[in-house]
């Protein structure tokens, strides 16, 4: 009997126990399958019952699964929520009546002294704003933190915070209250998307706090608004005075980049609190994939900004120069490309044919001796099929050690093929440019002598090493080189146009410099940001549209501060309308990836220049108004409306909507070929473009000017020209382009300007034939 027993209350435990494991693996797999979704609400449907939105999003999460939690709760940007859900439980919410939409979330990525004397900053005090007015102006810098100790952002000979600030300080690791001050006024971090992904942030890795242990978003704050520093400098390359574009503006920082990336419920959940903080200006160095606007989490959360009256100032990409690699194209956001200084940091190549090549490089440690010694192209030096490109663990050192290795441009950083190299014991590299990047060259902080070269350098350099028996070479570095011409070029990885989601709206906007650029730096790695990096320095250089945007940035809050009461449209209108697009000898600003002028599907409207566009006479404004609009004119939904601008509005089915119509300072126009397939020259197509000049300047009288490299598109401006008798006054004309079939594919530009004998209005034009 007692062993009956015994074998049923053992058959029992082990019932239970494979139940309770079935339940443990269906639960595991359960949360394996949750991903993080951002949930839009409509709150005009919230129940009476409730007391607070927040309930009402609580009760429809539960309704549809009890495990989930909110990560964030969204008041300003969006009404909403976001949180982990399976793929059936978001389909089963979106059917609920008050849900506008169930977003997966996107995972978004980084965009990674001399530049206001280059600008013209430098000795222009005179017409800049009022320090006073320009310290009223909050700067808000979403990205990976900062590293507060940094000198950039002493707030000596600042007043009080501004009265209309309402952020705050976050504490968390290695950051408390004290780290902000005058200057930083405000800092918090984001990090719950990023964690209910990867799980709890390892904390002997990054801080859980606003503390910046990468760098990106150091050198970002400080290139838009850091305090001036003398004696500023990296291992003693651009030694000078180091400020932001804005020394006097106030500056909040928002953390939402993590080691695994930039996480869209961070993102929104930032930009909310940005626009209940109070900030002026939100500056996002960050960028994702493409996509339509209702669905694209920044482009949501920055409509909302910008009818708050809020500049959303956006990097444009690291994709070029391949066509169309934007990011960040929605046209309430400024959409920021990037070119070179007029500076450089020369490395000297000297082989043993008695040829010499110059390049570019940072390095600063023990230079190779005057003697030449053996060189090996790295693709010989390996037995990987991706060893040319220097891979980490392609090179053998039997082929490398003692040797300078000519490593081939992309694949992985630049930093980190000299790393390999040095790893495999190699005592330099030759970084040779391919053909996607030309003669781009791009200075970095190596590990070990290193020139990084463009392509017919590099092209030279191979061919040299595969014909002599014994090739050897050495390296040299130079000093600081200033006044390089031409200058600026706009910089091979900047991302090109045309706007693949709305071809109407030309992007990028403009360019500015995003190309070696000195600003400040995390204390906590390396100016290479390796692990292996022991170097700590204050100042760091490097490059990306990352480092264009927040100059675009900060000139935008001199503007607000010099012009309180302009819209965003208005201060983009004045930067774009004003920037230049050739260099003073007339000719047009180059592409550095093919050495050939560039167009305004590379440069936008041009090059930033700030102190005409502190003056620039007249602008093309826009409301909320003009962009629902241009949405109706996309054949948008109510509902898509309401998704994107989280607002109520019907297209009035009477009117006729059209994108052209969009108040915007430059004009795209896409041409179909006839019947669509290329084909059909001789035939004709006829469109019209109407835009809106407000007046920002003194009296005067505007003649209307085109110049166009196409005789294939005839341009009429009507009228031809326009007078304007007070301030804010506001004038319209129209822009017919009859266009002759081309073959698909076929792009062309032109330049319309305005001009009062003072003030000249420029706009591009660009026309794609499809």
């Known amino acids: ?318 994709g070029g120069p391949s066509q169309g690699s934007l990011s960040n194209v929605a046209p309430w956001i400024t959409t920021v490309g990037a070119g070179t200084l007029d500076r450089d940091f020369p490395a000297y190549v000297t082989l043993g044919n008695g040829k010499n090549y110059s390049g570019a490089s940072l390095y600063s440690g023990k230079p190779l001796s005057d003697s030449l010694v053996p060189v090996v192209y790295a693709g010989n030096a390996s037995s990987s099929t991706s060893g040319y490109l220097c891979m980490s663990g392609t090179l053998s050192p039997a082929k490398v050690a003692g040797k300078i290795v000519i490593c081939d441009r992309g694949g992985n950083s630049r930093v980190q093929k000299g790393l390999e190299v040095k790893h495999a014991g190699g005592l330099g590299m030759i970084l040779a440019n391919t053909d996607l990047y030309g003669e781009e060259l791009v200075a970095d902080a190596h590990l070990l002598p290193t020139a990084a070269v463009g392509q017919s350098s590099g092209d030279a350099i191979k061919n040299y090493a595969f014909s002599d028996p014994k090739p050897v070479a050495t390296i040299a570095s130079g000093v600081t080189h200033l006044g390089v011409e031409p200058s600026p070029v706009v910089a091979a990885f900047s991302s090109r146009g045309p706007n693949l989601v709305t071809p109407e709206v030309m992007k990028p906007d403009l360019i500015a410099p995003g190309v070696n650029i000195l600003a400040g730096w995390t204390g906590a790695v390396g100016p290479t940001g390796l692990t292996d990096d022991s170097r700590r320095v204050s100042f760091n250089i490097i490059s990306g549209t990352s480092m264009s945007c927040p100059h675009v940035s900060g000139l935008a809050a001199l503007l607000k501060a010099a012009h309180s009461d302009w819209s965003p449209a208005a201060i983009r209108s004045a930067l774009m309308t004003t920037a230049y697009t050739t260099y003073k000898n007339g000719k047009t600003i180059l592409d550095v990836s093919t050495g050939q002028p560039s167009t305004p599907f590379d440069y936008g409207a041009g090059h930033v220049n700030p102190v005409a566009a502190l003056d620039p006479g007249l602008v093309y404004d826009a409301t909320v108004e003009d962009y629902l609009s241009f949405l109706c004119a996309l054949n948008y939904s109510s509902s898509q409306i309401k998704l994107a601008t989280n607002r109520d509005f019907t297209c009035d089915p009477s009117k006729k909507y059209s994108l052209g119509d969009l108040n915007y300072p430059s004009f795209s126009v896409p041409l179909q070929t006839a019947s669509g397939k290329g084909g059909g020259a001789g035939v004709k197509s006829t469109i019209k473009y109407t835009r809106t000049l407000t007046n920002v300047g003194p009296t005067a009288t505007y003649m209307v000017s085109v110049s166009s490299q196409t005789p294939s598109v005839n341009i009429l401006v009507e009228p031809k020209s326009l007078s304007f008798s007070e301030q804010y006054e506001k004038k319209s004309y129209t822009v017919t382009f009859t266009a002759t079939s081309m073959p698909s594919g076929t792009n062309s530009f032109a330049r319309l300007e305005w001009s009062s004998g003072k003030h000249v209005i420029g706009s591009p034009i660009a026309f794609s034939w499809t």
């Open 1 to 318: 009997m007692k062993l009956v027993n015994f074998r049923f209350q053992l058959m029992a435990a082990l019932l239970c126990f494979f139940y309770m494991y079935a339940n443990v693996i269906a639960e595991v797999k359960n949360l394996q399958s949750k991903k993080t979704y951002i949930i839009h609400m409509d709150k005009s449907y919230m129940p009476a019952s409730f007391n607070d939105h927040v309930q009402w999003y609580d009760s429809s999460l539960k309704s549809i699964s009890e495990s989930s939690d909110m990560l964030y709760a969204y008041n300003n940007v969006i009404h909403g929520f976001s949180t982990r859900l399976t793929p059936e439980e978001a389909e089963s919410l979106e059917k609920q009546q008050g849900i506008l939409s169930v977003l997966p979330e996107r995972v978004y990525e980084l965009h990674t002294t001399r530049t206001p004397e280059f600008l013209g900053l430098g000795k222009s005090d005179a017409v800049l704003p009022a320090s006073d007015s320009v310290s009223e102006v909050v700067v808000a810098v979403l990205d990976t933190g900062v590293w507060p100790e940094l000198k950039s952002f002493d707030d000596a000979g600042l007043g009080p915070i501004p009265s209309t600030w309402k952020g705050e300080c976050q504490i968390g690791k290695n950051f408390n209250s004290s780290s902000c001050n005058r200057k930083l006024i405000g800092a918090r971090f984001f990090s719950q998307g990023y964690e209910a992904a990867f799980g709890p942030i390892d904390e002997t890795v990054e801080s859980k706090s606003p503390r910046d242990d990468d760098g990106h978003g150091t050198h970002t704050s400080t290139t838009a608004a850091g305090s001036a520093v003398s004696g500023a400098s990296l291992f003693g390359y651009a030694t000078g005075i180091a400020r932001g574009m804005a020394t006097q503006a106030r500056v909040a920082v928002y953390k939402v980049c993590w080691v695994g990336g930039c996480f869209g419920s961070d993102i929104m959940a930032a930009m909310d609190k940005a626009v209940e903080d109070g900030v002026n200006v939100i500056s996002m160095s960050i960028g994702g994939g493409l996509t339509d606007y209702y669905k694209d989490t920044v482009a949501i959360a920055a409509f909302t900004a910008t009818a708050r009256g809020i500049m959303v100032s956006c990097s444009a990409g690291n």
